[in-house]
């Protein structure tokens, strides 16, 4: 996990504005995909060039697609690899904007408690996702601590970070890194 300069919000950013700090390149991709695949240069890597994470997109014959892929993707590794700073106690009182509207607190008391609601097809998945492993790795990487800050349990936070094996990875690095457990 790294510490990026100033800590920027990049996910925050547009796909324009995200591409606009990034080195792109396109290529003719190899592999399975018929006698057209190597015949234009539809795959694309991009390059941030701030954090220096890259990412690629080569799944389709439109260089269109295979971008937007790429950016995609390259969201997914910003959120994996880069770490903010965050203060549990500031966040137990007040839950940064994309994290307060993923948790869902109960309008029923017989409600069991508050969830994170957010799934992988969203596009708040991977700032949301940050911001967890930002929180995990705050809390020494105790999922209990981090859970409690947000006000969910502790099952519900793992149930949120094995929504994606990358993000469940992610944090069995950040516990690691802490002396921590496995994740199971």
């Known amino acids: ?26 290529y003719k991709a190899s592999g399975p995909g018929g006698q057209h695949r ?23 014959r439109s260089q269109h697609t295979n971008k937007r892929l790429a950016v995609a993707r390259l969201r997914r590794q910003i959120a994996l690899h880069i770490r903010r700073p965050a203060d549990p106690a500031a966040w137990a009182r007040r839950l940064p904007e994309p994290l307060a509207e993923a948790v869902i607190r109960p309008s029923k008391v017989a409600d069991a408690g508050a969830r994170l609601q957010v799934g992988p ?25 981090a859970a409690a800050t947000l006000g969910i349990s502790t ?24 002396g921590q457990g496995p994740l199971k």
């Open 155 to 178: 099952s519900q936070f793992v149930a949120h970070l094995k929504k994606d094996r990358h993000l469940f990875a992610a944090a069995g690095e950040i516990r690691r890194a802490h």
């Open 38 to 60: 190597n015949k234009v240069s539809s795959a694309v890597r991009v390059h941030h060039r701030a954090t220096g994470l890259s990412a690629h997109g080569d799944d389709s």
């Open 121 to 145: 097809k969203s596009d708040r998945f991977w700032p949301v996702a940050q911001y967890l492993l930002d929180l995990l790795d705050a809390c020494g990487g105790r999922l209990a601590d």
């Open 1 to 26: 996990m790294t510490d990026a300069p100033g800590n920027p919000d990049w996910l925050s950013l547009d796909d324009d504005a995200l591409l606009a700090g990034c080195e792109v390149h396109t």
